[in-house]
């Protein structure tokens, strides 16, 4: 509990897209004269490391609720000017690619909540996020967290630099590589910093993915209708698949093949998994694949190599005090099949942030985090679980690693009705591009 002459002091510990989210959703509050925010990120610079990144209609409504809207469309808009929002969102197509000529599996308009996608530049995301942060809350650069300490005082954060910082709440939304959840996992399961930092490390799926970005006119020109250059398309195949969507106005197109290891999935990597540059020779994976694939992969020559690895599942996000917690990949990290892993984390922000407003506006000062963090907790956990669970459910069945689609190798026909039950699975899987965060939200608020 903070006296109610101070501020509430909240520590945001990482200053990716969660923790830069978080930021935003409380610059727009306008709560200075309650909350004292500081962000502290362990980069000496903020960059967005990674390609393209895909917002849901349930994450652009909230990026339109903290009055981002317009600032993306900037970076979004094509050259024709569309009548409504709506209208810019790409549609979404799944083939089965891995033979001479693919075969649809599901295809999603962009009309209706149901499917379709806003797609954007990282640095973009990041860019418009910077701007949009109040000079309120500063942004503490090469501030790598070490150590923190529940005290009397609050929670005392110590950084690598030396420094020392003292909050109400720390707010962990330090990434896949979390050091605040090897601290909630030692505290949580009684066990060593030692044993906690082996349970804390993320799985290797087994996947390889190879990001790269190329020239969307290079592509127009070997492929003048290439469905890339307008839509997202996802390709499916045994062991492998690739994703590929136009980013930057159409300019360029953001590829992500991905190459499954069945070998090497739930085993450990000895470092962080990305490599900026590989020479695999990736088109040579794609060999037998259809012409629209090839015509891909052609391009991609020095990509960066990401494993992509996922976290077990955390029953708790938040301390047995309630003054820490966990957001985004700290806490769920998960394989980006539905390509939501950032748009789960700004959810959880965008909550978060309505939360602590209320807390604070309504009593006078003396807030309870412990309070805020339950609710969060309730609301966050059982959701961000299993979309996280639902997100590798999904790319076993691109990969054709499920019971029954087992031996359908490259060149080889699904039978008809297979096909169907494959685009039924799915289907359900990405039914939740439908929903909306807010009927969770009024159900936290009214928890307080
Ligand atoms: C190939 C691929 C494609 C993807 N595509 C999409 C997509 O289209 N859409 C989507 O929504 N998601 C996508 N994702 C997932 C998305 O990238 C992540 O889920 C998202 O970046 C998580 O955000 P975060 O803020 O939780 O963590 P991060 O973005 O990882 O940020 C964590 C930050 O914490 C900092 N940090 C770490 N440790 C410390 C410390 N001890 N002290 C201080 N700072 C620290 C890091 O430097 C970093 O800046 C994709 C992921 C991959 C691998």
């Known amino acids: ?18 923790g830069l989210a978080l930021a ?17 990120e362990s980069a000496s610079k903020l960059t967005e490391v990674g390609a393209g990144i895909n917002f849901w209609p349930r994450g652009w409504e909230i990026m339109r609720n903290m009055g981002l809207e317009e600032s993306l469309l900037s ?6 000017i569309k009548p409504c929002v709506e209208e810019l969102r790409l549609p979404l197509s799944l083939k089965k690619g891995n033979q001479q000529k693919g075969t649809p599996i599901l295809n999603f308009n962009s009309s209706g909540m149901y499917g379709g996608t806003f797609p954007f530049h990282r640095a973009d995301v990041q860019a418009v996020l910077l701007d949009h942060l109040s000079p309120s809350i500063p942004c503490h650069l090469s501030h790598r967290l070490a150590k ?15 420094s020392t910082a003292t909050c109400d709440l720390l707010i962990g939304a330090d990434g896949i590589h979390s050091f605040v959840r090897k601290s909630l996992l030692a505290e949580s399961l009684g066990i060593s910093d030692e044993e906690a930092g082996k349970r804390a490390r993320p799985l290797w799926t087994g996947v390889y993915a190879y990001r790269h970005i190329i020239d969307a006119d290079a592509l127009r020109r070997d492929y003048p209708d290439h469905p ?15 994703t590929a969507y136009p980013i930057r106005q159409g300019k360029l197109i953001n590829l992500a093949p991905m190459v499954f290891h069945p070998e090497s999935a739930g085993t450990y990597l000895n470092d962080h998994g990305v490599h900026e540059i590989t020479t695999d020779d990736v088109a040579s994976f794609y060999d037998n694949w259809e012409d629209e694939v090839r015509a891909l992969v052609k391009f991609v020559t020095h990509p960066s190599k990401w494993a992509i690895q996922y976290v ?28 939501n892993g950032a748009g789960l984390s700004i959810e959880s922000a965008y909550l978060l942030a309505a939360v602590i407003d209320k807390a604070v506006k ?26 996280a669970a639902n997100s590798r459910a999904l790319g076993s069945q691109y990969q054709f690693n499920i019971p029954g689609f087992e031996q359908y190798g490259d060149e080889e026909d699904v039978p008809k009705e297979k096909m169907s039950e494959l685009s039924k699975l799915m289907s359900q899987g990405w039914e939740w591009t439908g929903t909306s965060v807010m009927p969770d939200l009024e159900r936290a608020l009214a928890m307080l």
């Open 24 to 40: 935003v959703a409380l610059s727009k509050l306008e709560a200075e004269d309650h909350l004292d925010i500081n962000v502290y």
């Open 148 to 162: 923190f300490d529940e005290t009397g005082e609050g929670v005392v954060l110590t950084f690598t630099n030396g």
């Open 312 to 339: 077990d599942p955390m029953d708790s996000y938040i301390s047995s005090s309630g003054r820490v917690l966990l957001l985004g990949d700290s806490a769920h990290a998960t394989p980006p099949y539905f390509a």
């Open 75 to 80: 970076k979004l808009s094509s050259a024709e």
């Open 362 to 387: 309504t009593t006078n000062g003396t807030v309870d985090v412990s309070k805020i963090s339950k609710v969060y907790n309730t609301i966050r956990q059982p959701y961000c679980n299993a979309a």
């Open 1 to 18: 509990m903070s006296s109610p002459t101070l501020k509430t002091r909240i520590a945001i510990v990482g200053g990716g897209m969660g």
């Open 228 to 242: 890339a250059l307008k839509k997202m398309m996802i390709y499916c195949g045994k062991n492998k698949m690739l």
